[in-house]
């Protein structure tokens, strides 16, 4: 592994994701040789997707002490677009806990930047409604779901929507449900209510290469799901309890997001299942289908009529 990738490879490997599962197959073909320094092959390829935010970074800081707020503030200046009274908040490309643009092949949204964005937009008084408009395959668990509850806080004090541009997938859809309304354009997608797991197993690789691996543990559990070993079955089955844990986390999320337009349960039933405009219309993923421009001047005008 080339020490360039090691931080990438943390990120994606051993570590609960709620990514839509062709995004990780897309990353996986083109960077996954270079992190492991062989080839990769994928069993049962799902169709690969690539995927690209825009080309505008976003803040960084660490989080203790609301440093992001404090910055804009003396500055004077929030941290968003702003039309006819309008924020607009976007929740674009691969969302990471914390940190900004890995590189123009792989955009990303940190919750930090977020969660900023979204403590400015409520304390605003110049904000009188926020657009949430989003085009994520989704990303890391951690800070998802506490972005997600700032988000519904913002939505039970102001008028929000959630525009997509194109997807909402994954922790993608988990923050879009916490708007009051979700607009979806025709040939878009929501859904993937789930969560994935990567393991790398590179044993057979060692040995067909002739390369034997020692690991010196002290502690039996020490080590336990690198990659130069079989994954043990008694971590296996750990791993699947942790994921589906989060999965029914994420499903009350959505179901709090959306009450009255779907359940928990048939966020269950979805199956982490991905759906077109038309389906997640009727599976009360989302309000309406339309243009995002339409809907953009449509909101803006209904609030400043507010």
Do not use: C
Not at 69 to 95: C, H, K, Q, W
Not at 278 to 291: H, T
């Amino acid at each position: 592994m080339s020490f360039r990738y090691a931080q990438v490879a943390q990120r994606v490997y051993n570590t609960p994701l709620m990514y839509d599962e062709r995004k990780a197959e897309a990353f996986l073909h083109g960077l996954g040789s270079r992190i492991a320094g062989d080839t990769i092959v994928l069993n049962n390829p799902a169709g690969a997707v690539d995927h690209i935010a825009g080309g505008n970074g976003r803040p960084l800081a660490g989080k203790i002490g609301n440093r992001i707020e404090r910055a804009y503030s003396r500055n004077n200046l929030l941290p968003f677009d702003m039309i006819g009274g309008v924020a607009i908040i976007p929740i674009e490309g691969t969302l990471v806990h914390k940190g900004g643009w890995v590189g123009s092949n792989s955009g990303e949204t940190s919750y930090q930047g977020l969660q900023a964005q979204i403590a400015m937009a409520r304390q605003s008084r110049e904000v009188k409604g926020v657009v949430y408009e989003v085009d994520s395959y989704g990303g890391e668990v951690n800070g998802g779901f506490e972005t997600a509850r700032d988000l519904a806080r913002l939505s039970a004090e102001k008028p929000t929507i959630s525009i997509l541009t194109d997807f909402a997938y994954s922790a993608g859809y988990l923050l879009a449900s916490q708007a009051r309304q979700i607009v979806i354009p025709r040939y878009g997608g929501a859904g993937s209510i789930g969560v994935i797991m990567i393991h790398a197993d590179y044993s057979q690789a060692l040995d067909n290469a002739g390369i034997h691996l020692t690991i010196i543990r002290a502690g039996k559990q020490k080590a336990d799901g690198n990659p130069y070993e079989p994954l043990n079955a008694d971590l296996a089955a750990k791993w699947r309890a942790q994921a589906e844990a989060m999965r029914q986390d994420f499903a009350e999320a959505v179901a709090k997001g959306r009450r009255g337009k779907i359940t928990k349960a048939k966020a269950l039933a979805t199956e982490a299942g991905v759906f077109d405009a038309s389906q997640a219309l009727s599976l009360g993923l989302v309000d309406a289908i339309a243009d995002p421009l339409e809907a953009f001047d449509a909101f803006v005008k209904e609030v400043n009529r507010s």
